[in-house]
């Protein structure tokens, strides 16, 4: 005997509604403002996770949403400059051949292959020598990697930008380290995403049954993941003007 489905608003609906609502309430912030706050550029951090060849132009995990964030970025980092900003850290996928990561996403990033180097758009800022380069193994930029020694030695640092790829993954985990850290301290930081310098992949659902891999609904998790974020005491606007 079957059971009948009945399929009402329930309150999932309601909220993707004011999901959808709440993103399209985002302001922009002045970036002038946000470093005048900050006391002047050598308070303020940008830290740039994931924006490298594997991610952008290469290799299976390349995605032109992500790759639609450079050029943002890259103003940010020269108006940032242009402000007095000076600390850019960059942590970046850095794989083992043999990484377990390998069992959840295809082979992607490996030590020494030209997808683990930082794009060419960064690269030819006339400041990426003073690119902090972090390698990382796993989604999260902290776990057994230089970050956190960095940040400790640079209490200075109490405005954060955070900026890159993937929203739900390597930025989401980024964004809230860095502001669990501060809390954990009992210090006052202020962690920021800029929804513009942001994104994350998408794999709709025909495409994924099609491929047999999990379905990735990029504009879902894109806006899920940054209303977390501003759930969790990070502050996200539209774009840092």
Known sequence: MSIPIVIEER???AFLEHLEDWMSRLEPL???????????G?????????????FC???PLQSDRIRAIVNPIRDLMLRAWELGVRAFVLPQDNHPPSSPEFSDYPPHCIVGTSECQTVPELMSLP???????????????????????WVDRHPEIT???????CTDLCTYQLAI??????????????????????????????????????????????????????LNGIRVVRALV
């Open 11 to 13: 309150a999932d609906v």
């Open 30 to 40: 002045s970036l002038e403002a946000y470093v005048r706050e900050a006391g002047g």
């Open 42 to 54: 050598e308070h303020v951090g940008i830290f740039c996770v994931d924006v490298i060849v594997g």
């Open 57 to 59: 132009t290469e290799g």
């Open 127 to 149: 400041f990426s020598d003073r690119f902090v380069i972090i390698p990382k193994k796993s989604i999260s930029s902290a776990v057994r990697t230089d970050l956190p020694d």
């Open 159 to 165: 405005h954060r930008i955070v900026v890159g790829d």
């Open 177 to 230: 380290y860095l502001k669990t850290e501060a809390t954990a301290r009992d210090v006052a930081c202020s962690v920021l995403v800029p929804a513009d310098c942001v994104d994350t992949y998408d794999i709709p659902v025909a495409a994924a049954t099609e491929a047999g891999i999990p379905p990735h609904p990029g504009d879902l998790f894109h806006s899920l993941f940054l209303y977390h974020m501003a």
